[in-house]
């Protein structure tokens, strides 16, 4: 009975070993798999009836606020110079406002279409954007532009 105990634990050892891999290969799938069910893919959904599409926010990214100023002719360097500040105030008024960076338009290729000065700020959340938009420093920082301003262009993405 021990010989015949003996034969069969020993066949049933690579057996043993094929389990144990196919667990651990088993476990590592699962793991695999849920990392990418649950990392925070853009969903994109549609809306058939008004042929709208909405990106859902990714974990990890942030919103980016893309606006772009094409300044009139006439308008002074003191002007351009004051709506600079202005801006550049803004982040120091509206907690919202996570990061601002801007700079002057120095591409080569000559396709700017006359927009030189582009100011960059980062939200964390579109509610937070939503916050921005109508508050009141913001809204006072727009009456500065209404004279010297020929146009302006504005881009919101969130990172990838």
Same mark, same amino acid.
């Given at each position: 009975?021990? %010989?015949?105990?003996f034969i069969i634990r020993r066949n049933f050892l690579p057996f043993k070993k094929s389990i144990t891999r196919m667990k651990t290969l088993s476990l590592g799938l699962l793991v695999v798999t849920s990392l990418l069910f649950f990392s925070f893919k853009p969903l994109k959904l549609e809306d058939?009836?008004?042929k709208t599409t909405i990106y859902m926010q990714? %974990?990890?990214s942030v919103l980016r606020h893309v606006v772009l100023f094409k300044f009139k002719a006439e308008a002074s360097e003191d002007k351009i110079k004051n709506v600079e500040n202005a801006f550049k105030a803004l982040p120091s008024k509206i907690p919202q406002i996570i990061s601002y960076e801007w700079g002057l338009n120095n591409s080569p290729e000559g396709l700017s279409k006359g927009f030189t000065h582009c100011f960059f700020l980062t939200f964390n959340s579109e509610e937070d954007r939503a916050i921005y938009l109508p508050h009141p420093d913001h809204k006072a920082f727009g009456a500065l532009l209404k004279t010297i301003l020929d146009d302006v262009l504005v881009v919101d993405y969130w990172t990838k």
């Open positions: 009975m021990y %010989k015949f105990h058939k009836s008004s990714q %974990k990890d």
